[in-house]
């Protein structure tokens, strides 16, 4: 099981990694622009990897709003 803040600080290394950009995990991730559709998929695939957990591609926009919400999906679905 992983600490909300390991979670918090490997998914915003994740984003991080594809938007070259600074994020916190408030950062509005879909809303600003800062993630595009294509971004999202990497983002989205990078986190299934990682985390051995399934993002339904209907919900992507749903949990890419922050990486506090990116973290708490994970955190809510893996074991």
Known sequence: MHT???LHT???EI???IVMKK???DTQ???TGLVDSLAAVDITLAVESEYGCSIPAPEIA????SVRV????VAAHTS
Not at 70 to 73: K, R, S, T
Request: aromatic letters at 4%; charged letters at 20%; a negative charge.
């Open 15 to 17: 984003v991080e990694s």
């Open 29 to 31: 991730l879909i809303a």
């Open 70 to 73: 990116l973290a708490d999906y």
């Open 62 to 65: 749903l949990h890419l709003q």
């Open 4 to 6: 909300e803040q390991e």
């Open 10 to 12: 490997k998914i915003g």
């Open 23 to 25: 994020v916190t995990p």
